[in-house]
T-cell receptor, first 113, second 109 residues
Framework: DTAVSQTPKYLVTQMGNDKSIKCEQN?????MYWYKQDSKKFLKIMFS???????INETVPNRFSPKSPDKAHLNLHINSLELGDSAVYFC????????????FGNGTRLTVT | GQNIDQPTEMTATEGAIVQINCTYQ??????LFWYQQHAGEAPTFLSY????GLEEKGRFSSFLSRSKGYSYLLLKELQMKDSASYLC??????????FGKGTRLSVIA
């Protein structure tokens, strides 16, 4: 009965490869997010998406793209992986109102070699 | 843009009280959140403040002063399991939550 689940938990891959991380939430939330947490533990927003709008952090390279097949899923595709992409990626969801807290998945630790 | 500042590290003794401060600068302030993150785990929600004052929830309390752009998280009767990072995050308008860099709290015996 996991609320926000993401797979895989660990992902090790080589530079130049293309990879995807999947995220699903069963909370009935309207909005889903991807955050990146770097080695200094700084949690930075990458995307937020509901059925009306995709908000993209302008600092995110266009090698990263979110794909939402339905309201309960927001997958993250990464093309041409670079060493600097190594980080922990967290998916999260919330109801579509400012007071609603984020519920995070357990994270995907991506290592690019 | 937004600027959120909190101390990088703090150490406190088991059973004591610790206050973790957060200052922020933003336009269209719409609330401040505190999250707890244990090493290797996901952040979990602790508290939300949108009006000035103190919100108490068990051993944890959170305070907000909107005019000063200031919040603190107060942890009482510290336990070893409280060793974690504490993240201050600000909501502005309808934009996604922006997090500070977190305060790593070490509780020692």
């Amino acid at each position: 009965d996991t609320a926000v689940s993401q797979t895989p938990k660990y992902l090790v891959t080589q530079m130049g490869n293309d990879k995807s991380i999947k995220c699903e939430q069963n909370l009935g939330h309207d909005t889903m997010y991807w955050y990146k947490q770097d080695s200094k533990k700084f949690l930075k927003i990458m995307f937020s998406y509901n059925n009306k709008e995709l908000i993209i952090n302008e600092t995110v390279p266009n090698r990263f793209s979110p794909k939402s097949p339905d309201k309960a899923h927001l997958n993250l595709h990464i093309n041409s992986l670079e060493l600097g992409d190594s980080a922990v990626y967290f998916c999260a969801s919330s109801q579509d109102r400012p007071t609603s807290p984020l519920h995070f998945g357990n994270g995907t630790r991506l290592t690019v070699t | 843009g937004q600027n959120i500042d909190q101390p990088t590290e703090m150490t406190a003794t088991e059973g004591a009280i610790v206050q973790i401060n957060c200052t922020y600068q933003t336009s269209g302030f719409n609330g401040l959140f505190w999250y707890q993150q244990h090493a290797g785990e996901a952040p979990t929600f602790l508290s939300y403040n949108v009006l000035d004052g103190l919100e108490e929830k068990g051993r944890f309390s959170s305070f907000l002063s909107r005019s000063k752009g200031y919040s603190y998280l107060l942890l009482k009767e510290l336990q070893m399991k409280d060793s974690a990072s504490y993240l201050c995050a600000v909501m502005s308008g309808n934009t996604p939550l922006v997090f500070g860099k977190g305060t790593r709290l070490s509780v020692i015996a």
